[in-house]
């Protein structure tokens, strides 16, 4: 796990010290082991199944710093203790975590990375 | 006197912890969420693909089994009778084990204390088949679990399961099945989780399946560690479940998606 540094709502340091790249985000976001859209629709014309249980994710980068999309996605919970997004970059204070996926992140520091590298480019 | 005050606060605690409950008008089986075409194979039995295990369970209902070589039948003649309206109160409180068993565990007992026999193993075709014969009697019946105070305990270790946080994804069953029912998880329904249909027929599994099947499914899905068939937790959170369907009419054999 990377350290990482919370300033008020956002992480402004990319947790791996580099740019991540938006075409493999865009990937991961509508992969459905990446867990996104169970829960999110958004700009994914080929995607016949979307969630509706969060808002739509288009013009997220217009809404959100790139500091701010990445403390969302690291630890939604540090903005908002009752949400129910998972927190993707966290190992600690969860409970009952099944076998394969015991001590590890839902996402990796340079999956996160290409994440809000991608969100970025949704700016409306 | 001060004690007193202090169980009564508790209680009234309890109370306003379960006030985001879903109230008695508002309960909808999965059933309501489902297609025509789903509705319509669940009701019409020749359509049903569930009505293959009943009668299978019937036959087994009528096979001699074990040591004592006795059929179910023949302590319990008829099942239309002695069996009607009988899953709508399970679990049950087994004052032996000094805990609750589901429908399966009580029919494992009478196999293995009454005929004598080996339990069947959970998810077998024959756990399966005579679990939803015996639940088929209450088809229509509302559900009453709940109602012993021995099973007080054992309803509330179920509700603190159900809105406990866990797994990798860190939800609760609430989360869902509480607060988003009304909503869609990647384009399908959620709905409230209502255990009233069960053992069930799943177009998904393309078979018959146990209340603790969906909900190892349900727990894996949060990437949290299942609980083992027959686990006291699995049966609290069968038993809180029963008592959060209370009047909801049984549905068994259910079909779902």
Not at chain 2, 163 to 177: K, S, T, Y
Request: hydrophobic share 40%; aromatic share 6%; net charge neutral.
């Amino acid at each position: 796990m990377q350290p990482y540094t919370v300033v008020g709502d956002a992480i402004s340091a990319s947790l791996t010290g580099t740019k991540g790249d938006a075409t493999h985000g865009r990937a991961l976001v509508v992969e459905r082991s990446s867990t996104c859209i169970l829960c999110h629709s958004g700009p994914f014309p080929e995607q016949a199944f979307q969630g509706d249980l969060a808002p739509n994710l288009s013009g997220s980068g217009g809404r959100w710093s790139e500091g701010q999309l990445r403390l969302r996605l690291v630890d939604a919970a540090h903005l908002n203790a009752a949400t129910i997004m998972p927190s993707y970059y966290r190992v600690d204070g969860l409970t009952r975590v099944g076998a394969s996926w015991r001590g590890k992140p839902i996402l990796s520091a340079e999956q996160i990375e290409d994440v809000v590298a991608y969100l970025m480019t949704l700016k409306n | 006197m001060r004690i007193a005050l202090c169980i009564a606060l508790l209680t009234a605690m309890a109370g306003a912890a379960l006030a985001t409950e879903i109230s008695l008008d508002q309960r909808r089986s999965g059933y309501s969420f489902m297609s025509a075409d789903t509705k319509a194979m669940q009701d019409e039995d020749t359509a049903n693909p569930g009505m293959l295990f009943v009668l299978d369970g019937e036959a087994l209902w009528k096979r001699k089994a074990g040591s004592a070589d006795k059929a179910c039948a023949d302590c319990h003649s008829d099942a239309r009778v002695s069996m009607k309206g009988v899953a709508a109160h399970y679990p049950a409180f087994e004052k032996t084990l000094g805990k609750p068993v589901d429908l399966e565990g009580r029919i494992n007992l009478c196999r293995s204390n009454h005929q004598q026999a080996s339990p069947f193993a959970y998810e077998s075709r024959e756990l399966l088949a005579l679990t939803a014969y015996v639940a088929q009697q209450s088809r229509g019946v509302p559900i009453a679990a709940g109602d012993d105070p021995d099973l007080a305990p054992f309803v509330e270790k179920g509700h603190a399961l159900f809105v406990q946080r866990q797994g990798q994804l860190n939800l609760a069953c609430a989360n869902c099945h509480d607060d988003n029912w009304d909503k869609k998880l990647a384009g399908s329904p959620i709905t409230q989780g209502q255990p009233t249909g069960y053992p069930l027929y799943r177009l998904e599994w393309q078979a018959l399946g146990s209340l603790q099947r969906r909900l190892r499914a349900c727990i894996t899905g949060i990437r949290a560690q299942a609980y083992d068939y027959g686990s006291p937790e699995l049966v609290e959170l069968e038993l809180y479940l029963m008592t959060r369907a209370r009047g909801m009419p049984v549905e068994t054999p259910a079909v779902r998606p």
